[in-house]
C-alpha cells in the first residue's frame, strides 16, 4: 500500500508537469531598438587639433603654388624650343596676274593625265617614261579614242609662270658663296647643287640666311 503524502506528492508533479508549456523550437525575435551596435568607428577615431589642421592646408597650399610654378615654366620652355624650330618660309613678291596664273598652272597640273609611252604595260624594259609613237600603223599616233592620251600644247602651262617653282620662285643653282651674289631674294630661290659637300653646304646655307635668300633644298 502507498502512503497518502506520497500520491498527493506524485499527483502534484505530474500537474507540475503538465502545466509547464513546451519549449518552441523558432528563437523569439528580437528588436532592433534592443541589439545596438559598438560604435567601433568614434572609439577609434581619434581628435585632431585645429592647428595640426591649418598647418596641412598651408602646405597643400605651397606645393599646389610649387606645381603651378612649374608648369609654367615648362610651358615657356616648350613655346622657345617651337619658336626656335619654326621659321616661316620666304614667299615671293609677285604681281596678281602672276599669282592668277600661278593658280591656274596648279588647278592644270591637278586635271592631267600620266603621259606614258607606247606599250609600257606589255615590256617591263620600256619604263614610265614618255616617248613619242612613230609607227605607221600606231593608233596612239592617231589619236585613236580607245588609246591613252599624247603630250598636246594644250596640256603646257602659262608661258609667264612656266620653268617656276611651285612657291613662285625662280630657281638658281648653286655651288660656292660667290654664286649666291645677284640673286635677288624677292624672286628668286637657291637650290644648292648635289656635289657640294656638308661643310661647304653649311656656309651657303648660314650666308643665304645673312642675305634673306631661300634655299629649297635646305637640309638634304
Known amino acids: 500500500m502507498v502512503p497518502d503524502s506520497k500520491k498527493e506528492k506524485s499527483k502534484k508533479d505530474k500537474g507540475s508537469k503538465a502545466s509547464k508549456p513546451k519549449p518552441s523550437s523558432k528563437p523569439k525575435p528580437v528588436s532592433k531598438e534592443a541589439v545596438k551596435k559598438p560604435d567601433t568607428k568614434k572609439a577609434s577615431r581619434k581628435p585632431v587639433k585645429k592647428k595640426e589642421k ?6 597643400k597650399g605651397k606645393d599646389d603654388e610649387e606645381v603651378e610654378i612649374v608648369d609654367e615654366e615648362i610651358e615657356e620652355e616648350e613655346e622657345e624650343v617651337e619658336a626656335e624650330l619654326h621659321m616661316a618660309k620666304l614667299k615671293p613678291k609677285l604681281d ?3 599669282k592668277a596664273r600661278l593658280r591656274l598652272k596648279h588647278r592644270r597640273k591637278k586635271r592631267q593625265p600620266k603621259f606614258r609611252r607606247q606599250e609600257w604595260f606589255r615590256y617591263k624594259r620600256l619604263g614610265k617614261k614618255w ?3 612613230k609607227g605607221l600603223h600606231s593608233k596612239m599616233r592617231t589619236h585613236k579614242g580607245y588609246r591613252p592620251n599624247v603630250v598636246r600644247i594644250g596640256y603646257g602651262s602659262p608661258r609667264s609662270v612656266r620653268g617656276l617653282h611651285p612657291s613662285g620662285f625662280k630657281e638658281i643653282m648653286v655651288y660656292n658663296i660667290n654664286d649666291l651674289e645677284g640673286v635677288d631674294p624677292k624672286t628668286e630661290a637657291v637650290r644648292i647643287g648635289h656635289g657640294v659637300g656638308t661643310k661647304k653646304r653649311i656656309e651657303l646655307e648660314k650666308k643665304a ?3 634673306g635668300i631661300r634655299v629649297l633644298n635646305k637640309g638634304a
Do not use: I, Q, Y
Open 54 to 59: 591649418v598647418e596641412k592646408k598651408a602646405k
Open 209 to 211: 640666311d645673312e642675305l
Open 131 to 133: 616617248r613619242r609613237p
Open 96 to 98: 596678281k596676274n602672276t
